[in-house]
């Protein structure tokens, strides 16, 4: 986990233990709970370029440019109180515009993408002021599978998966449509242990077939979601 990892995780546990402090009344759990279901989907960015250095002196390091994409999941939970606790599938991809590797280094452009199916435990904590729309912030823990890659003019250089921890934290506001109908619009910082890729052919020499090069991930994203409350935040069952 690199060092701007763990400020931002750090800089996240510190808003919520100085919210916990300021607002120890709504803090306080209780009133009835609720199962929920909801999907999310928007944009996605990554940070870019990816880099790392690879195991074969005949790349040295690899770096790709990425763009801007997109990201679209599921999530189902129990609300007690102002807390949820969920699970999260998503699935989030962006395309790869360039690859930079050699000795000396040589950028060429590449069509491939960078795609990630991250599994999740999330904690999120609603603050309550009596506005139109209910603050929270949160963040979780889980696994993140990816896939890396990506076709230059040589040809199709890579096609390699790693899974590694993932993190992410959360914050966002939600709207109660009804009162077992709530839209959720969420930033989510998702970041991973840096994954491992291996090439495996395609337009690559014979002499790198084979060779490992490790990445980066950390991504920001804007997801709006419609979620549904079976039983209603208020305890009631629905008509």
Request: aromatic content about 12%.
């Amino acid at each position: 986990m690199s060092i701007r990892s763990l400020l931002v995780v750090g800089a996240a546990l510190s808003i919520v233990l100085s919210w916990t402090e300021a607002h120890a009344q709504p803090l306080t759990l209780g009133g009835p709970g609720a199962w929920y279901f909801g999907v999310e989907g928007g944009w996605t960015g990554i940070e870019s370029p990816q880099s790392g250095p690879a195991s074969s002196p005949l790349v040295g390091s690899l770096s790709e440019t990425l763009d801007s994409g997109y990201n679209v999941g599921a999530r189902a939970g129990y609300k007690w109180g102002p807390l949820r606790i969920e699970e999260e599938f998503r699935y989030q991809r962006n395309a790869i515009t360039s690859i930079t590797d050699g000795v000396p280094p040589k950028t060429v452009s590449a069509s491939g993408t960078r795609t990630a199916y991250a599994v999740m435990t999330n904690a999120i904590y609603d603050f309550n002021f009596g506005w139109p729309v209910t603050p929270h912030i949160g963040g979780g823990i889980g696994a993140v599978g990816q896939r890396d890659e990506w076709t230059v003019p040589a040809g199709r250089c890579d096609d390699a998966w790693d899974w590694e921890f993932g993190y992410q934290a959360i914050a966002g506001v939600q709207y109660n449509i009804s009162p077992f109908l709530a839209l959720d619009v969420d930033y989510r910082y998702l970041a991973t242990a840096n994954p491992t890729f291996v090439f495996n052919g395609g337009g690559a020499p014979a002499p790198v077939i084979g060779t490992t090069f490790t990445s980066g991930y950390a991504t920001h994203s804007v997801l709006v979601s419609l979620t549904m409350y079976f039983g209603g935040p208020s305890g009631k069952s629905p008509p």
